[in-house]
């Protein structure tokens, strides 16, 4: 198979070649990345430094001339790029409409044109709004869309993109939507990696209003199972919910995190709550579980234990691009 991967300098992309080519050795990889903030360039070190069959381009989605390119070399599509931080599209929509819809628009026209034999696309459980914090009911691939963020709007954008690209020009798609990743490469402005690394420097840790915002928590392996699974078994046209059983607000997380540090709680702080904040997310996977045999295997426990440790080996990695993170930590913490 011959794979092209955009977005693969990032977090759950580059999780996705690390996976993909440990099991798949014969397989060849194309990733496609604009690298922006979020994208670290030892990233790309690690996966050239561990794969032969690896090759880099840095490039936008959104640039027909690249794309085409590359399209025409492979046979499946994986597309995990996109602008992904709330806060951010909060701040600049634009840049969001860009890279999650005209980017998608870019890649599903020259997979068409190209015949590409798999399109899928990796999307997000915020496309479906929120949830109420004290119900049972949980997100499912029959659930309507109400995205209440410029970020999770452009998400849904594409994904009826990828959906519309199926009905009208028979693209072979699949699509899955996920909840909050967490774990290796992931870069440190997002609340899991920012609390890792500013607890282990024994610097504060911010949460917005309460903590009580609930998020089902997805180990990115268990995320990358999944994609393989849909990759290999998934009916065209599609889509698949994964979710990882870890349903935690913000203080639990901060709370397991710190008892894994053995820091004190003293390191919270409260802070203004963020404009819109969605109560709830959680997903029911029942569908990729009944009829792919894909479940989640590490419970949140094991999954951030793994995760600590990650980041306290590889301070090389997250050290040269935490500038920004510590600058957007210390503005949320001026606000408690």
Same mark, same amino acid.
């Given at each position: 198979?011959?794979?092209?991967?955009? #977005?693969?300098?990032? !977090? =759950?992309?580059?999780? !996705?070649?690390?996976?993909?080519?440990?099991? %798949?050795?014969? &397989? *060849? @990889? +194309?990733?496609?990345?604009?690298?922006?903030?979020?994208? $670290?360039?030892?990233? =790309?070190?690690?996966?050239?430094? $561990? !794969?032969?069959?690896?090759?880099?381009?840095?490039?936008? =989605?959104? $640039?027909?001339? @690249?794309?085409?390119?590359?399209?025409?070399?492979? &046979?499946? @599509?994986?597309?995990?790029?996109?602008?992904?931080?709330?806060?951010?599209? =909060?701040?600049?929509? $634009?840049?969001?409409?860009?890279?999650?819809?005209?980017?998608?628009?870019?890649?599903l026209s020259k997979a068409s044109e190209f015949n590409i034999k798999r399109f899928h696309h990796i999307s997000t459980d915020e496309v479906f709004g929120t949830l109420e914090l004290n119900s049972n009911e949980k997100f499912n691939e029959e659930t309507p869309y109400k995205p209440r963020s410029p970020y999770s709007a452009?998400?849904?954008?594409?994904? %009826?993109?990828?959906?519309?690209?199926?009905?009208?020009?028979? *693209?072979?798609?699949?699509?899955?939507?996920?909840?909050?990743?967490? #774990?290796?490469?992931?870069?440190?402005?997002?609340? +899991?990696?920012?609390? @890792?690394?500013?607890?282990?420097?024994?610097?504060?840790?911010? +949460?917005?209003?309460?903590?009580?915002?609930?998020? &089902?928590?997805?180990?990115?392996? &268990? %995320?990358?199972?999944?994609?393989?699974?849909?990759?290999?078994?998934?009916?065209i046209g599609e889509t698949y919910c994964i979710g990882g059983d870890s349903e935690r607000n913000t203080a639990q997380v901060a709370n397991t995190i710190l008892k894994e540090l053995n820091k004190s709680k003293e390191l919270i702080r409260h802070t203004k709550d963020r404009p819109g904040h969605d109560p709830r997310y959680a997903i029911d996977h029942s569908k990729i579980t009944k009829e792919l045999g894909w479940k989640p295997i590490l419970s949140f426990k094991q999954g951030i234990k793994k995760t600590i440790k990650w980041y306290k080996k590889n301070k090389d990695w997250w050290k040269p691009i935490s500038k920004k993170s510590e600058e957007i930590a210390e503005k949320y913490l001026s606000n408690t």
């Open positions: 198979m011959k794979l092209l991967i955009t #977005g693969g300098a990032g !977090f =759950i992309g580059s999780n !996705f070649i690390n996976y993909w080519l440990s099991k %798949h050795k014969k &397989d *060849l @990889i +194309i990733n496609l990345d604009m690298m922006t903030y979020c994208a $670290n360039p030892l990233t =790309i070190k690690y996966h050239k430094k $561990n !794969f032969s069959n690896y090759k880099f381009i840095k490039g936008n =989605i959104c $640039n027909e001339k @690249i794309v085409s390119e590359l399209v025409s070399q492979v &046979d499946t @599509i994986v597309h995990f790029a996109a602008e992904s931080h709330v806060d951010r599209s =909060i701040k600049n929509p $634009n840049q969001f409409i860009k890279t999650n819809v005209v980017g998608t628009q870019t890649l452009s998400k849904a954008a594409s994904d %009826h993109l990828v959906k519309a690209y199926f009905e009208t020009y028979k *693209l072979p798609v699949t699509i899955t939507n996920c909840s909050n990743n967490y #774990g290796p490469f992931q870069f440190p402005e997002k609340v +899991i990696p920012l609390y @890792i690394t500013r607890l282990m420097r024994n610097k504060p840790i911010p +949460i917005y209003g309460e903590g009580k915002a609930i998020r &089902d928590y997805l180990y990115v392996e &268990d %995320h990358c199972r999944a994609i393989e699974c849909v990759l290999k078994k998934g009916q």
